[in-house]
């Protein structure tokens, strides 16, 4: 099963993505995390992203391309995986579809998840996590029982630093200009499904996999 999980930022698609990922046993690629390692690494394409990713805008397509291109070839995607947030732009889309010809490869499906600003912007603006072992919060809905404190281990927990109300503002806008344009280009394709992302979380996964896996739940 080979998809797409396009949606806003804080739309809730990496939560959705890693889980479905998880569930139908194929790699979840997230070309946000790759980048963050890629910085936290400060190997030379982390140099150069480092600040896109600072001031909300996308990185440049010719080095996303490259990052996104060398790990859909690697042998553990052959029997699928989920792509959360790459294509984001018209030109990662056509390098997508150039490379998964090569690769004889054909897409399952494009789930589009759906939110507002309003909504995303309070979601991002209070997500914490913990650089220690992964676990995340909410200030408002999941907050930790010690305030700033990982309840599993205890670690203090962080902010990305691109989830501020500002940058927010800016992702936002490189989503409605570059991003949103791509649900026409897969729906013209018979390959996009919409889910209301301002749903909860358990309600969104059950519909995305009816969507993926219909009769499965
Ligand atoms: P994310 O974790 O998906 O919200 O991505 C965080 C940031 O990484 C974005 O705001 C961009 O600066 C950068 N980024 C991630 N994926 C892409 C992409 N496909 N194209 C360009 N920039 C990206």
Redesign the pocket.
Same mark, same amino acid.
């Given at each position: 099963m080979k998809l797409i999980f396009l949606g806003p930022?804080g739309s809730g698609k &990496?939560t959705q993505a890693k889980r479905v990922a998880a569930y139908l046993g194929v790699p979840h690629i997230?070309? &946000?995390?790759m980048?963050r390692e890629a910085v936290a690494r400060e190997t030379p394409g982390g140099v150069k992203a480092r600040d896109?990713?600072g001031s &909300?805008?996308?990185?440049p397509d010719e080095l996303?391309n490259i990052i996104l291109g060398e790990r859909i070839e690697r042998k553990d995607c052959q029997k699928g995986f989920v792509l959360d &947030?790459?294509?984001?732009?018209s030109g990662?889309a056509d390098m997508l579809t150039k490379k998964l010809q090569e690769l004889s490869m054909t897409l399952d499906k494009v789930i589009d998840i759906i939110a507002s600003f309003q909504v995303i912007s309070e979601r991002i603006c209070g997500r914490r996590s913990c650089p220690n072992c992964g676990a995340s919060y909410h200030i408002l809905y999941s907050s930790p029982e010690k305030k700033d404190i990982c309840n599993e281990c205890g670690n203090s927990l962080v902010r990305r630093s691109?989830d501020t109300e500002e940058v927010v503002q800016a992702?936002y806008k490189e989503y409605m200009e570059k991003t949103m344009p791509l649900s026409d280009y897969y729906k013209h394709k018979g390959l996009l499904y919409t889910v209301n992302g301002e749903l909860d979380i358990e309600e969104v996964y059950k519909n995305i996999v009816n969507i993926i896996l219909p009769k499965m739940l």
């Open positions: 930022p &990496g997230s070309t &946000g995390d980048l896109f990713i &909300g805008l996308l990185v996303i &947030g790459f294509p984001r732009s990662q691109d992702r």
